[in-house]
């Protein structure tokens, strides 16, 4: 497993052996000075992966990013999807209302193939299905 991360904001671990990354998002960035390195530890992430990889991403504290880094987030879901995405699940414990409405208008704007989960373990075992 290799790991990027910038502390404090967000964690990536690779798992080539599964064709997956997962993604921590731990903090509330808002402006792309405090992510510096994301779209640069997204690209080193998608190559060690092939086509039809699978995403999991967890956000266990509340995220309001800021516009600028949502633009951030648009170009990592490109770049994501351009590289084989086959499907993507976003754990999101109970409460988190608004982070589920944001994420259904992200899902129908991308295009990316997202699924929520309020359960890690059923989301880890959905993106195990072929």
Do not use: C
């Not at 997204?42 to 086509?51: A, F, M, Y």
């Amino acid at each position: 497993m290799n790991t990027y991360e910038e502390p404090g904001q967000y964690k990536i671990e690779v798992y080539p052996e599964k064709n997956r990354y997962h993604l921590y998002f731990t903090g509330t960035a808002k402006k792309p000075g405090d992510i510096p390195h994301y779209l640069d530890h997204i690209g080193k992430t998608l190559e060690k992966l092939k086509s039809g990889l699978t995403l999991y991403v967890e956000l266990t504290t509340h995220v309001k990013p800021g516009f600028q880094i949502t633009s951030l987030f648009r170009a990592s879901q490109k770049m994501t999807t351009e590289a084989g995405l086959r499907k993507a699940a976003i754990y999101l414990p109970k409460g988190f209302i608004v982070e589920k409405m944001v994420l259904n208008v992200t899902k129908s704007l991308s295009k990316m193939p997202i699924s929520t989960f309020d359960d890690k373990e059923k989301a880890l075992a959905w993106l195990d299905e072929k």
